[in-house]
């Protein structure tokens, strides 16, 4: 049996975070959830992605958000409630794989499902790399 992915959800609000879970695990995803608090002891390691809410990433940190940076592994989704370019270059200069729209319509969902389908391929893709 495939080992499945492993996913932390950091969002705020538990609609939204239950719509995520859901449709991670649709994806075949091992969904965890931890508190904002968690952020402030940097970004947790030992899950091949992060979804985080856009809010719990802000108020993790002191650090301006021109100067924050997030790790390339594990990869980092950002959830923002309304989609700004402002914002995707903010969370694109830190790091983060993309930032994505809550999964609260159709359109939304798709691309939510695209976007995580995405960097689970570039995480296939590392563990193979790493095993060869």
């Known amino acids: 049996m495939p080992r499945k992915n492993s996913v932390l959800v950091i969002e705020l609000d538990p609609g939204v975070r239950h719509r995520v879970c859901g449709l991670l695990e649709e994806l075949g995803c091992e969904t965890h959830i931890a508190r904002h ?7 947790p390691q030992g899950y091949d992605l992060i979804v985080c809410d856009w809010v719990a990433w802000v108020a993790s940190s002191e650090v301006p958000l021109d100067e924050r940076r997030l ?13 700004d ?20 319509s159709p359109d939304s ?3 939510f499902r695209r976007v995580v389908t995405n960097a689970l391929g570039l995480v296939a893709n590392a563990h193979a790399n790493a095993a060869a």
């Open 109 to 111: 969902k798709q691309e």
């Open 37 to 43: 608090e968690v952020l402030r002891q940097g970004v």
């Open 85 to 104: 370019e402002s914002l995707w270059v903010l969370a694109l200069r830190a790091g983060a794989f993309d930032l994505v729209e809550e999964p609260n």
């Open 71 to 83: 790790p390339r592994s594990p990869r980092v989704i950002l959830l923002v409630h309304t989609p």
